[in-house]
């Protein structure tokens, strides 16, 4: 079992041009989205995170329903749903201004024990940034670390959400030696301030960082680097990639009985490039369809 920690909640898409195009709401939030991908890709997953009772809500539970992904550690409320309103540019990406203040997902409280027969635990975006949530995730993260579940953490910078960049930074840097395997975008990486083997030296495994149309590249802790290019698509747009790449980089160890640091360290070059092309498919799939539409099995075989 592979828990998917975070918030859920929905993206407002714009459905043309201008800044009073039509909004379709859509299901999303990074742990979201990670949790329905690898759902889809067959790996049995709990989502443990707060929802609300509203109609959006209970939306939200249904897509991870669908998507087989186990619901029984999602906590409810009264409070509304976070909404994300997206903007994508002519390349496809997408940015998004955040409506926060009272939802549900803030309200998270640590359960007092992980579902069981839990083998990793994904962490990540807005839930390690809203308080009282933040915290409580933290907490999430650092017990299933001391219990030794292999841990998985893609910050998501979301720079609108921080109002102390520093502060940020540094509480970034305390979670690390918690974390069993890093992944993030080269824009968060950049943000950050600091570099892979930095961040190696304080806990992970492993490091992946991905750069968009140029594929993805991990740094291990022997000093080396495993890299493979992006997969050339009709792009849409951008949103749920690099959660589709959380997922399938979690599937794909899974499948290798390899969700432990001892088993990412002993990864061989064909293994990690076999790892991050899937990954890589996985994206591009996501990439050439409208929001976050992770693939299902059936499409990467």
């Known amino acids: 079992m592979i828990v998917v920690a975070g918030e859920a909640l929905i ?64 906590q409810r ?46 962490f990540g975006t807005c839930s390690l940034v809203l308080e009282p949530g933040a915290s409580a995730y933290e907490e999430l993260m650092r017990s299933a670390a001391a219990q ?58 492993a490091v992946v960082i991905t750069h968009g149309s140029d594929g993805l590249t991990a740094f291990t802790r022997d000093g080396a680097e495993h890299s493979v290019p992006g997969v050339r698509v009709g792009v849409v747009d951008t949103i749920g990639a690099g959660d589709t790449v959380n997922a399938a980089l979690l599937h794909g160890l899974a499948a290798r009985d390899a969700l432990s640091p001892e088993a990412v360290a002993a990864l061989d070059a064909d293994g990690w490039t076999e790892l991050l092309g899937f990954a890589a498919r996985a994206a591009a799939i996501t990439c050439s369809r409208a929001g976050a539409e992770p693939p299902y099995a059936s499409e990467l075989t």
């Open 77 to 122: 409320g009264a409070e509304p749903t976070t909404l994300a309103v997206a903007t994508v540019d002519e390349n496809g990406s997408a940015m998004y201004s955040f409506y926060v203040d009272g939802t549900a997902d803030r309200l998270f409280t640590a359960p007092a024990r992980l579902p069981q027969g839990t083998r990793a635990v994904s």
């Open 148 to 205: 030794g579940v292999f841990t998985s953490l893609d910050p998501n910078i979301r720079a609108g959400l921080i109002p102390d960049p520093d502060a940020y930074r540094a509480r970034f840097k305390s979670w690390l030696p918690s974390v069993s395997l890093l992944k993030l975008s080269a824009e968060d990486a950049q943000w950050l301030g600091g570099t892979p083997r930095e961040w190696l030296a304080s806990g992970p495994a």
């Open 11 to 74: 993206d407002l898409v714009p459905q043309g041009a201008g800044a009073l195009a039509q909004l379709k709401p859509a299901l999303g939030g990074g742990p979201y989205n990670t949790a329905v991908a690898l759902g889809r890709l067959g790996s049995p997953t709990a989502f443990c995170s707060r929802t609300s009772y509203d109609a959006f809500g209970e939306a939200l539970l249904d897509g991870l329903r669908e998507a087989g992904v186990d619901v029984s550690a999602v």
